[in-house]
């Protein structure tokens, strides 16, 4: 069942580079074309007055595991404190549909190793000697060069779409509220 397969894993079967497992996914899963209309369900959060506490709670429950915000939280997707340059109608879209407009650097990596293992993350750093990848939660995988078969750049974000689901308008104004507070 489609239910039964993160975000992350769709992505990754549907851009697999075998083609058959690729066609498959899509057939199973649809092409994925971004939504606007994801943005616009969240737009009325944009007009209300936030209260950033209470999107300090939201994002602690929806967002640390990649994010940090005053301190709590991962260091895997960007410093929040640098997007809220942004402006709050481009932070809504970047969390409402992740993977229109990804970060430079930002983007899944999949490694494969000789035997046909995958991992996936944001690529942290990579060497002649090894490839390292961030992971949701703070995690890292680290393989050896000489076991990788394949480094590949995908185009698509680890950050799930949906994140947002769920909220209320309020709910959602408070966590742009909690995001735009923070000092530069």
Not at 52 to 68: I, K, M, N, S, W
Not at 87 to 113: C, D, F, S, T, W
Request: charged residues 15%.
């Amino acid at each position: 069942s489609p239910a039964d397969f993160s975000p992350v894993r769709i992505h990754f079967l549907r851009t697999h580079r075998n083609t058959a497992v690729s066609q498959e996914a899509i057939r199973v899963f649809g092409i994925y074309n971004p939504n606007p209309e994801n943005v616009q369900r969240y737009s009325g959060a944009l007009k209300l007055t936030p209260n950033p506490g209470r999107g300090r709670q939201v994002f602690l429950e929806r967002c640390a595991d990649c994010h940090r915000l005053n301190g709590a939280g991962r260091d895997v997707g960007p410093d929040l404190a640098g997007l809220k340059i942004m402006g709050k109608e481009a932070l809504l879209q970047a969390i409402a549909e992740p993977n229109m407009n990804i970060r430079p650097g930002y983007a899944a990596v999949v490694i494969e190793n000789l035997v046909g293992e995958n991992a996936i993350g944001i690529l942290e750093h990579e060497s002649p000697q090894a490839v390292t990848l961030a992971q949701p939660g703070g995690g890292r995988v680290i393989w050896g060069r000489p076991n990788i078969q394949l480094v590949q750049p995908q185009p698509w974000s680890i950050m799930p779409e949906g994140l947002l689901n769920g909220l209320s308008q309020q709910q959602v104004a408070d966590l742009l509220g909690a995001i735009m507070s923070l000092p530069r």
